[in-house]
């Protein structure tokens, strides 16, 4: 568990906080507001870490990338989420987007998509769950019916993050309703501004962009969309949700808005009730224990093992979220509501409340996590 992240991890964080410092506004709290300049900086940005051979910091040159270690990446992701994610939405096409099309993709699929995403010039969506297939994803009723050499898909998803601001989905059909469960699935890489698709965004506590509604009125797709094999969506979908699992680096957050209260507090925190120090303590212990988590999911990357690893470091950092938030909220009192520049940490104490409301709901929910890791312990027939 002693996990090394390399002899220049220093110098990277270094490098990665002066460029954060340098482009990124105080009290940024993610593009994902009502402020549209906060998606034009996280763009910005974008082409500046991609411009600096950042952004796509562990992928190969050849598609794009720095070339870079698993480990820097790791510390990317880590320097980011600390900051509210610069990056934006662009995690998704770093994280499992990209690295689903290296593995399964084309060779004009790789050409096309690999190196947009790793410019910062295209933003992914993913059309996974529906009304009445989130948690179960291998029984979603979108169709896509044989149509020529192609397909037409009819169907509708929904919490489909970014929708509204994306260039592409990662979409989930049926291709085979009568197949068993594993074999149903065929995923399509397809263009948001194609014929029949329709975004309509879900109002939530989340802020705009987060949760949208995505309908498929006889969308057409063609053989060249398919990503990996017609029927093997549902393979594909569980080592890519794996991928992004273990890229949401949500326990650095935690621990940067932990030292930040901590600061902002000053003399004030020696008279903080020993309860909520005791918590305090509680929480930075477990944020340590989701970070090795996390490390050692990444260093099962390539191993059969590693979505189990990946739900298990996702259950500890959810959890996390959850606790730093209420611990948070009960050090400041009322003034915890308070959002805006104004209020403690320029609103951030407010904005990361509401989100781990939804941390342990969205990517798969922490109960069906438990049963991924319950599966890979005792047996998938226990």
Known sequence: MDYDLGPDAGELRKRLRQLIAGHIPEGFLGACTDDPQDLATTESFCKLLASEGLLALAWPKE???GGGSIWQQTVLREE???????????YMGINWVGPAVMRYGTTEQKAQHLSAIASGEVIWCQGFSEPEAGTDLASLRTRAVPDGDGW???????WTSYAQMASW???????????PKARRLTLFLIPMDRPGITVRPI???????????????????????VLGEVGDGWRVMREALAFERVGIARYARCESLLERMHTELGDDWERLPESIRSRWVRALVD??????LAYRAVSLQDDPSAGAAASAARIAATTCDQQVGELLFDVLGPV???????????????DHWRYAQAATVASGTIEVQKMLVARDVLGEHR
């Open 169 to 179: 989905c990662v979409l989930a059909a049926c291709t085979d309703p009568d197949a």
């Open 152 to 158: 037409r898909i009819t169907g509708q998803k929904v």
């Open 336 to 350: 915890a509501l308070d959002s805006g520049y104004s209020a403690p940490l320029h609103g951030a104490v407010e």
């Open 63 to 65: 598609h794009g990338g």
């Open 287 to 292: 944020l340590r224990v989701a970070r090795l």
């Open 203 to 225: 109002r939530s506590m989340l802020g705009p962009h987060h949760l949208n509604e995505m309908f498929l009125d006889s969308v057409q797709a063609f053989p060249g969309d």
């Open 80 to 90: 980011m989420w600390a900051h509210h994610e610069p990056r934006g939405a662009q």
